[in-house]
Protein backbone atom coordinates (compact mmCIF):
# COMPACT_ATOMS: atom_id res chain seq x y z
CA UNK A 1 0.00 0.00 0.00
CA UNK A 2 1.53 3.84 -0.31
CA UNK A 3 1.99 4.97 2.54
CA UNK A 4 1.56 8.61 3.59
CA UNK A 5 4.64 10.50 3.06
CA UNK A 6 6.71 12.75 6.18
CA UNK A 7 8.39 15.10 5.16
CA UNK A 8 10.69 17.53 7.27
CA UNK A 9 10.91 21.19 6.18
CA UNK A 10 14.24 22.33 6.33
CA UNK A 11 14.76 26.47 5.64
CA UNK A 12 18.31 27.45 4.67
CA UNK A 13 19.58 30.84 5.31
CA UNK A 14 22.91 31.73 5.19
CA UNK A 15 24.07 28.56 4.90
CA UNK A 16 22.16 27.64 8.18
CA UNK A 17 19.01 25.85 8.99
CA UNK A 18 16.65 28.67 10.47
CA UNK A 19 13.48 28.44 12.23
CA UNK A 20 11.05 31.39 12.44
CA UNK A 21 7.61 31.92 13.00
CA UNK A 22 5.92 33.67 10.17
CA UNK A 23 9.02 34.11 8.77
CA UNK A 24 10.10 36.33 11.99
CA UNK A 25 12.65 35.89 14.68
CA UNK A 26 14.54 33.53 13.51
CA UNK A 27 16.78 30.91 15.17
CA UNK A 28 19.84 28.78 13.80
CA UNK A 29 19.38 25.48 13.86
CA UNK A 30 22.52 23.89 11.95
CA UNK A 31 23.97 22.42 9.09
CA UNK A 32 21.82 21.90 6.49
CA UNK A 33 23.65 18.39 5.10
CA UNK A 34 24.64 16.97 9.02
CA UNK A 35 20.46 17.88 9.42
CA UNK A 36 19.36 15.93 6.42
CA UNK A 37 21.73 12.93 7.22
CA UNK A 38 20.09 12.60 10.61
CA UNK A 39 16.58 13.35 9.36
CA UNK A 40 17.23 10.61 6.64
CA UNK A 41 18.45 8.07 8.97
CA UNK A 42 15.81 8.91 11.36
CA UNK A 43 13.17 7.96 8.52
CA UNK A 44 12.12 11.30 6.85
CA UNK A 45 10.32 10.03 3.57
CA UNK A 46 11.35 13.22 1.64
CA UNK A 47 13.11 16.48 2.53
CA UNK A 48 12.29 19.57 1.22
CA UNK A 49 14.73 22.76 1.41
CA UNK A 50 13.73 26.17 1.26
CA UNK A 51 16.53 28.98 0.53
CA UNK A 52 14.79 31.35 2.21
CA UNK A 53 16.72 34.62 1.43
CA UNK A 54 17.84 33.72 -2.03
CA UNK A 55 14.89 35.59 -3.65
CA UNK A 56 15.31 38.54 -1.64
CA UNK A 57 18.81 39.00 -2.31
CA UNK A 58 17.93 38.57 -5.79
CA UNK A 59 20.41 35.73 -6.20
CA UNK A 60 20.32 32.29 -7.47
CA UNK A 61 19.90 28.84 -4.98
CA UNK A 62 23.01 27.66 -3.37
CA UNK A 63 23.91 24.62 -6.05
CA UNK A 64 27.20 23.85 -3.80
CA UNK A 65 24.19 22.97 -0.72
CA UNK A 66 22.32 21.17 -3.24
CA UNK A 67 25.15 19.03 -4.62
CA UNK A 68 26.36 17.95 -1.31
CA UNK A 69 22.70 17.00 0.40
CA UNK A 70 22.39 15.25 -3.03
CA UNK A 71 25.84 13.07 -2.51
CA UNK A 72 24.76 12.57 1.61
CA UNK A 73 21.89 11.20 1.56
CA UNK A 74 19.31 8.47 -0.50
CA UNK A 75 15.90 9.83 -0.37
CA UNK A 76 14.01 11.97 -2.50
CA UNK A 77 14.31 15.82 -1.72
CA UNK A 78 12.94 19.14 -3.19
CA UNK A 79 14.35 22.36 -3.41
CA UNK A 80 12.62 26.24 -3.26
CA UNK A 81 13.98 29.86 -3.39
CA UNK A 82 15.90 31.64 -5.98
CA UNK A 83 14.36 29.86 -8.81
CA UNK A 84 13.42 32.43 -11.69
CA UNK A 85 14.03 30.25 -14.63
CA UNK A 86 14.50 26.79 -16.32
CA UNK A 87 17.86 27.13 -16.44
CA UNK A 88 17.89 27.72 -12.65
CA UNK A 89 15.65 24.56 -12.52
CA UNK A 90 17.99 22.55 -14.75
CA UNK A 91 21.17 23.52 -12.29
CA UNK A 92 19.16 22.18 -9.38
CA UNK A 93 18.11 19.03 -11.04
CA UNK A 94 21.51 18.33 -12.24
CA UNK A 95 22.61 18.95 -8.98
CA UNK A 96 20.52 15.82 -7.72
CA UNK A 97 17.65 17.32 -6.54
CA UNK A 98 14.77 15.05 -7.26
CA UNK A 99 11.96 18.31 -7.48
CA UNK A 100 11.76 22.41 -7.85
CA UNK A 101 9.30 24.09 -5.41
CA UNK A 102 8.04 27.35 -7.09
CA UNK A 103 5.54 29.52 -5.26
CA UNK A 104 5.46 33.43 -6.03
CA UNK A 105 7.53 32.89 -9.32
CA UNK A 106 4.58 30.71 -10.84
CA UNK A 107 2.20 33.36 -9.36
CA UNK A 108 3.65 36.20 -11.14
CA UNK A 109 4.33 33.77 -14.23
CA UNK A 110 2.49 30.76 -14.28
CA UNK A 111 3.73 29.38 -17.91
CA UNK A 112 6.91 28.15 -16.05
CA UNK A 113 5.19 25.57 -14.31
CA UNK A 114 4.75 24.89 -17.82
CA UNK A 115 7.76 25.11 -18.87
CA UNK A 116 9.21 23.04 -16.28
CA UNK A 117 7.07 19.77 -16.84
CA UNK A 118 7.95 20.12 -20.43
CA UNK A 119 11.62 19.91 -19.74
CA UNK A 120 11.85 17.80 -16.79
CA UNK A 121 8.42 16.01 -16.40
CA UNK A 122 5.51 17.02 -14.32
CA UNK A 123 6.67 14.84 -11.11
CA UNK A 124 9.75 17.35 -10.96
CA UNK A 125 7.97 20.47 -10.56
CA UNK A 126 5.93 20.91 -7.21
CA UNK A 127 3.49 24.30 -7.15
CA UNK A 128 4.33 25.78 -3.39
CA UNK A 129 1.36 28.12 -2.58
CA UNK A 130 0.75 30.43 0.44
CA UNK A 131 -2.98 30.57 1.25
CA UNK A 132 -4.53 32.85 4.03
CA UNK A 133 -8.54 32.95 5.04
CA UNK A 134 -10.20 35.82 3.22
CA UNK A 135 -13.14 37.08 2.31
CA UNK A 136 -11.68 38.53 -1.00
CA UNK A 137 -12.29 34.91 -3.08
CA UNK A 138 -15.11 32.56 -3.45
CA UNK A 139 -13.27 29.68 -1.68
CA UNK A 140 -12.43 32.04 1.15
CA UNK A 141 -8.90 31.11 0.98
CA UNK A 142 -6.29 33.64 -0.98
CA UNK A 143 -2.93 33.71 -2.05
CA UNK A 144 -0.26 35.46 -0.80
CA UNK A 145 3.11 35.62 -1.97
CA UNK A 146 6.13 36.70 -1.05
CA UNK A 147 6.58 34.99 2.43
CA UNK A 148 3.16 36.26 3.21
CA UNK A 149 3.37 40.08 2.87
CA UNK A 150 1.81 40.15 -0.41
CA UNK A 151 -2.22 39.84 -0.75
CA UNK A 152 -3.09 38.60 -4.54
CA UNK A 153 -6.43 38.41 -4.68
CA UNK A 154 -6.25 35.39 -6.23
CA UNK A 155 -8.61 32.35 -5.11
CA UNK A 156 -6.09 29.32 -3.74
CA UNK A 157 -8.59 26.72 -4.93
CA UNK A 158 -8.92 27.95 -8.56
CA UNK A 159 -4.87 28.40 -8.50
CA UNK A 160 -4.62 24.79 -7.72
CA UNK A 161 -6.43 23.69 -10.65
CA UNK A 162 -5.01 26.20 -12.82
CA UNK A 163 -1.32 25.02 -11.49
CA UNK A 164 -2.19 21.04 -11.36
CA UNK A 165 -3.52 21.66 -15.00
CA UNK A 166 -0.24 23.38 -16.81
CA UNK A 167 1.85 20.62 -15.15
CA UNK A 168 2.08 21.05 -11.52
CA UNK A 169 3.41 17.08 -10.41
CA UNK A 170 2.04 18.37 -6.61
CA UNK A 171 0.69 21.16 -4.30
CA UNK A 172 2.47 22.15 -1.19
CA UNK A 173 -0.66 23.79 1.15
CA UNK A 174 1.14 25.65 3.65
CA UNK A 175 -1.36 27.80 5.53
CA UNK A 176 -0.51 30.95 6.58
CA UNK A 177 -2.50 31.15 9.40
CA UNK A 178 -1.30 27.77 11.24
CA UNK A 179 2.71 28.47 9.80
CA UNK A 180 4.57 28.52 13.11
CA UNK A 181 1.99 28.00 15.50
CA UNK A 182 2.39 24.04 16.29
CA UNK A 183 -1.29 24.16 16.77
CA UNK A 184 -2.15 21.78 13.76
CA UNK A 185 -2.35 21.89 9.85
CA UNK A 186 -5.32 23.93 9.27
CA UNK A 187 -7.74 20.89 7.34
CA UNK A 188 -10.04 22.83 5.44
CA UNK A 189 -8.30 24.28 2.57
CA UNK A 190 -6.03 21.12 2.33
CA UNK A 191 -9.10 18.91 1.96
CA UNK A 192 -10.67 21.72 -0.02
CA UNK A 193 -7.49 21.57 -2.42
CA UNK A 194 -7.03 17.67 -1.75
CA UNK A 195 -10.30 17.27 -3.13
CA UNK A 196 -10.16 19.83 -6.44
CA UNK A 197 -6.94 18.22 -7.86
CA UNK A 198 -6.27 14.74 -9.30
CA UNK A 199 -1.93 15.23 -7.95
CA UNK A 200 -1.01 15.06 -4.22
CA UNK A 201 -1.35 17.43 -1.82
CA UNK A 202 1.28 18.14 0.63
CA UNK A 203 -0.39 19.64 3.92
CA UNK A 204 2.18 22.53 5.50
CA UNK A 205 2.38 24.77 8.39
CA UNK A 206 0.79 24.05 12.15
CA UNK A 207 2.54 20.20 13.05
CA UNK A 208 3.48 20.04 16.68
CA UNK A 209 2.69 17.07 17.44
CA UNK A 210 2.45 13.44 15.99
CA UNK A 211 -1.81 13.61 16.35
CA UNK A 212 -1.85 16.77 13.97
CA UNK A 213 -0.39 14.35 11.46
CA UNK A 214 -2.55 11.72 11.67
CA UNK A 215 -5.76 13.86 11.71
CA UNK A 216 -4.52 15.56 8.44
CA UNK A 217 -4.61 12.65 6.60
CA UNK A 218 -7.43 11.09 8.07
CA UNK A 219 -9.80 14.10 7.62
CA UNK A 220 -7.86 16.49 4.74
CA UNK A 221 -7.26 13.55 2.62
CA UNK A 222 -3.35 14.90 2.34
CA UNK A 223 -0.81 12.70 0.86
CA UNK A 224 2.54 14.26 2.63
CA UNK A 225 2.42 16.28 5.78
CA UNK A 226 5.46 18.96 6.13
CA UNK A 227 7.29 19.25 9.83
CA UNK A 228 9.55 21.30 10.63
CA UNK A 229 9.75 22.60 14.26
CA UNK A 230 8.28 19.68 16.33
CA UNK A 231 11.36 17.69 15.13
CA UNK A 232 13.97 21.04 14.49
CA UNK A 233 13.51 21.80 18.87
CA UNK A 234 13.74 17.92 19.24
CA UNK A 235 10.45 17.85 20.78
CA UNK A 236 9.57 14.70 18.57
CA UNK A 237 11.45 12.83 16.44
CA UNK A 238 10.35 11.09 13.40
CA UNK A 239 9.67 7.53 14.84
CA UNK A 240 7.41 9.49 17.47
CA UNK A 241 5.54 10.95 14.65
CA UNK A 242 5.59 7.64 12.54
CA UNK A 243 4.62 5.50 15.16
CA UNK A 244 1.07 7.88 16.01
CA UNK A 245 0.55 7.27 12.54
CA UNK A 246 1.14 3.30 12.40
CA UNK A 247 -0.93 3.37 15.67
CA UNK A 248 -3.72 5.09 14.20
CA UNK A 249 -3.61 2.96 11.20
CA UNK A 250 -2.26 5.61 8.68
CA UNK A 251 -0.19 3.57 6.03
CA UNK A 252 3.52 4.48 7.25
CA UNK A 253 6.73 3.23 5.95
CA UNK A 254 7.81 2.04 9.34
CA UNK A 255 11.53 0.61 8.11
CA UNK A 256 14.11 2.05 6.73
CA UNK B 1 32.51 -1.31 -15.45
CA UNK B 2 29.13 -0.31 -14.78
CA UNK B 3 27.83 1.77 -17.74
CA UNK B 4 24.76 3.96 -17.10
CA UNK B 5 23.01 4.35 -20.28
CA UNK B 6 22.27 7.92 -21.42
CA UNK B 7 19.81 7.85 -23.78
CA UNK B 8 18.34 12.04 -22.90
CA UNK B 9 15.35 10.22 -20.57
CA UNK B 10 15.30 12.20 -17.25
CA UNK B 11 18.42 13.00 -14.96
CA UNK B 12 21.03 10.61 -13.88
CA UNK B 13 22.63 12.07 -10.90
CA UNK B 14 21.10 10.17 -8.27
CA UNK B 15 21.79 6.73 -9.79
CA UNK B 16 25.21 8.12 -10.47
CA UNK B 17 25.47 8.78 -6.68
CA UNK B 18 24.00 5.44 -5.67
CA UNK B 19 26.69 3.60 -7.27
CA UNK B 20 29.28 6.01 -5.74
CA UNK B 21 28.20 5.73 -2.84
CA UNK B 22 28.53 2.03 -3.02
CA UNK B 23 32.23 2.52 -4.51
CA UNK B 24 30.78 1.08 -7.44
CA UNK B 25 32.74 2.51 -11.07
CA UNK B 26 30.04 4.22 -13.31
CA UNK B 27 30.23 5.27 -16.91
CA UNK B 28 27.59 7.86 -17.98
CA UNK B 29 27.64 7.17 -21.74
CA UNK B 30 25.48 7.49 -25.52
CA UNK B 31 28.03 4.99 -27.22
CA UNK B 32 27.37 1.51 -28.06
CA UNK B 33 30.82 0.47 -27.79
CA UNK B 34 30.72 1.47 -24.46
CA UNK B 35 27.38 -0.35 -23.50
CA UNK B 36 29.19 -3.62 -25.23
CA UNK B 37 32.69 -3.17 -23.49
CA UNK B 38 31.08 -2.66 -19.99
CA UNK B 39 30.60 -5.37 -17.26
CA UNK B 40 26.83 -4.25 -16.25
CA UNK B 41 24.56 -2.10 -17.69
CA UNK B 42 22.19 0.43 -16.14
CA UNK B 43 19.49 1.59 -18.12
CA UNK B 44 17.35 4.37 -16.24
CA UNK B 45 14.53 6.48 -17.52
CA UNK B 46 11.96 9.05 -16.66
CA UNK B 47 9.42 10.72 -18.66
CA UNK B 48 7.61 9.64 -21.72
CA UNK B 49 7.88 6.13 -23.25
CA UNK B 50 7.50 7.51 -26.93
CA UNK B 51 10.15 9.83 -26.78
CA UNK B 52 12.26 7.40 -24.63
CA UNK B 53 12.10 5.10 -27.54
CA UNK B 54 12.31 7.61 -30.05
CA UNK B 55 15.70 8.82 -28.33
CA UNK B 56 16.93 5.26 -28.42
CA UNK B 57 16.57 4.44 -31.91
CA UNK B 58 18.11 8.39 -32.75
CA UNK B 59 21.72 7.21 -30.52
CA UNK B 60 21.32 4.11 -32.35
CA UNK B 61 21.46 2.16 -29.20
CA UNK B 62 18.23 -0.17 -29.59
CA UNK B 63 20.74 -2.83 -30.82
CA UNK B 64 22.98 -2.37 -28.07
CA UNK B 65 20.57 -2.67 -24.87
CA UNK B 66 18.77 -5.93 -26.79
CA UNK B 67 22.82 -7.45 -26.54
CA UNK B 68 23.79 -6.36 -23.01
CA UNK B 69 20.04 -7.13 -21.36
CA UNK B 70 20.18 -10.92 -23.05
CA UNK B 71 24.51 -11.41 -22.16
CA UNK B 72 25.34 -9.37 -19.40
CA UNK B 73 24.31 -7.97 -15.65
CA UNK B 74 21.53 -5.69 -16.75
CA UNK B 75 19.18 -3.24 -14.62
CA UNK B 76 16.00 -1.25 -15.71
CA UNK B 77 14.71 1.46 -13.93
CA UNK B 78 11.44 2.83 -14.20
CA UNK B 79 10.87 3.70 -17.86
CA UNK B 80 13.65 1.72 -18.30
CA UNK B 81 12.03 -1.09 -16.79
CA UNK B 82 8.74 -0.28 -19.02
CA UNK B 83 10.34 0.03 -22.06
CA UNK B 84 11.63 -3.62 -21.61
CA UNK B 85 7.80 -5.19 -22.61
CA UNK B 86 6.63 -5.40 -25.61
CA UNK B 87 4.16 -2.45 -25.64
CA UNK B 88 3.23 0.70 -23.67
CA UNK B 89 -0.47 2.40 -23.57
CA UNK B 90 1.37 5.92 -23.09
CA UNK B 91 1.20 8.55 -26.11
CA UNK B 92 -1.34 6.47 -28.09
CA UNK B 93 0.13 3.49 -27.98
CA UNK B 94 4.03 2.64 -28.04
CA UNK B 95 6.21 -0.25 -29.27
CA UNK B 96 8.43 -1.22 -27.12
CA UNK B 97 12.04 -3.03 -26.54
CA UNK B 98 10.00 -6.51 -26.85
CA UNK B 99 12.70 -8.26 -24.00
CA UNK B 100 9.72 -9.43 -21.69
CA UNK B 101 6.33 -10.35 -23.14
CA UNK B 102 3.45 -8.17 -21.14
CA UNK B 103 2.25 -4.69 -21.55
CA UNK B 104 1.92 -1.41 -19.76
CA UNK B 105 -0.96 0.62 -18.95
CA UNK B 106 -2.20 3.26 -17.16
CA UNK B 107 -3.63 3.22 -14.23
CA UNK B 108 -7.12 3.82 -13.82
CA UNK B 109 -8.46 6.76 -12.48
CA UNK B 110 -10.46 5.60 -8.96
CA UNK B 111 -11.66 8.01 -6.73
CA UNK B 112 -8.78 8.59 -3.63
CA UNK B 113 -5.60 7.63 -5.95
CA UNK B 114 -3.85 10.29 -7.04
CA UNK B 115 -2.05 9.91 -10.68
CA UNK B 116 0.99 9.45 -11.10
CA UNK B 117 1.52 7.54 -7.73
CA UNK B 118 3.79 9.32 -5.72
CA UNK B 119 6.03 8.13 -2.72
CA UNK B 120 6.82 5.09 -0.93
CA UNK B 121 4.79 1.51 -1.65
CA UNK B 122 5.61 -2.05 0.44
CA UNK B 123 6.80 -4.97 -2.67
CA UNK B 124 5.63 -8.68 -2.18
CA UNK B 125 8.36 -10.54 -3.13
CA UNK B 126 11.15 -8.61 -1.43
CA UNK B 127 9.68 -9.00 2.02
CA UNK B 128 7.00 -6.23 1.74
CA UNK B 129 9.74 -3.59 1.70
CA UNK B 130 8.84 -0.02 0.85
CA UNK B 131 10.72 1.36 -2.28
CA UNK B 132 10.16 4.86 -3.95
CA UNK B 133 7.61 5.18 -6.77
CA UNK B 134 6.89 7.65 -9.18
CA UNK B 135 4.99 6.84 -12.05
CA UNK B 136 1.71 6.79 -13.81
CA UNK B 137 1.67 3.88 -16.24
CA UNK B 138 2.55 0.10 -15.06
CA UNK B 139 3.84 -2.88 -16.40
CA UNK B 140 1.71 -5.84 -15.69
CA UNK B 141 2.23 -8.77 -13.66
CA UNK B 142 4.34 -11.54 -15.92
CA UNK B 143 5.49 -14.68 -15.37
CA UNK B 144 8.98 -13.08 -14.72
CA UNK B 145 7.57 -10.58 -11.75
CA UNK B 146 9.65 -11.32 -8.91
CA UNK B 147 8.24 -8.38 -6.69
CA UNK B 148 4.47 -7.14 -6.70
CA UNK B 149 2.99 -4.13 -5.90
CA UNK B 150 -0.35 -2.38 -5.54
CA UNK B 151 -2.08 0.52 -6.45
CA UNK B 152 -5.22 1.96 -7.07
CA UNK B 153 -7.10 -1.42 -7.06
CA UNK B 154 -4.16 -3.10 -9.33
CA UNK B 155 -1.83 -5.28 -8.91
CA UNK B 156 1.50 -4.47 -11.28
CA UNK B 157 5.05 -5.70 -11.48
CA UNK B 158 7.14 -3.79 -9.02
CA UNK B 159 10.35 -5.85 -10.48
CA UNK B 160 11.04 -8.46 -13.02
CA UNK B 161 13.97 -11.06 -12.86
CA UNK B 162 14.90 -12.61 -16.30
CA UNK B 163 18.44 -14.60 -15.37
CA UNK B 164 20.72 -11.48 -14.90
CA UNK B 165 18.39 -9.42 -16.50
CA UNK B 166 16.79 -7.31 -13.45
CA UNK B 167 14.53 -4.57 -14.14
CA UNK B 168 12.14 -2.37 -11.21
CA UNK B 169 9.63 -0.02 -11.19
CA UNK B 170 10.19 1.79 -8.07
CA UNK B 171 14.05 4.01 -7.66
CA UNK B 172 16.24 1.92 -6.01
CA UNK B 173 18.37 4.74 -5.83
CA UNK B 174 16.20 7.16 -4.09
CA UNK B 175 14.96 4.43 -1.85
CA UNK B 176 17.23 4.78 1.00
CA UNK B 177 19.16 2.16 2.70
CA UNK B 178 17.09 -0.69 1.17
CA UNK B 179 17.54 0.55 -1.74
CA UNK B 180 21.12 0.86 -1.72
CA UNK B 181 21.15 -2.89 -0.33
CA UNK B 182 19.22 -3.92 -3.53
CA UNK B 183 21.32 -2.10 -5.71
CA UNK B 184 24.40 -4.01 -3.95
CA UNK B 185 22.62 -7.31 -4.59
CA UNK B 186 22.42 -6.75 -8.98
CA UNK B 187 26.41 -5.70 -8.31
CA UNK B 188 27.25 -9.00 -7.09
CA UNK B 189 24.41 -10.87 -9.35
Known amino acids: ?256 | MTAIIDYKAGNLTSVKLAFAALGAETLVTSDPRAIAAADRVVFPGVGAARSAMENLKAFGLVDAVKEAAATKPFLGICLGMQILFDHSEEDGGVECLGIIPGRVRRFPSVPGFKVPEIGWNGVEGLDGKEFYFVHSYYAEVVPETTGVAEYAGVRFTAMVRKGRLWACQFHPEKSGRIGLELLKEWLSC
Open chain 1, 1 to 256: MLTKRVIPCLDVRNGLVTKGVKFKNNVDLGDPVEMAVRYSDGGADELVFYDITASAERRPIDIKMVEAVAKAIRIPFAVGGGISSVADMERVILAGAEKISVNSLAVRNPQIIAEGARAFGAQCIVLGMDPVKSGATASGYEITTRGFREHTGIDAVEWAKRAAGLGAGEIVVNSVDADGTREGFELEITRLIAEAVDVPVVASGGAGRPEHLVTVFEKAKADAAIVAGMIHFGDYTISDIKAAMHAAGVPTRMSW
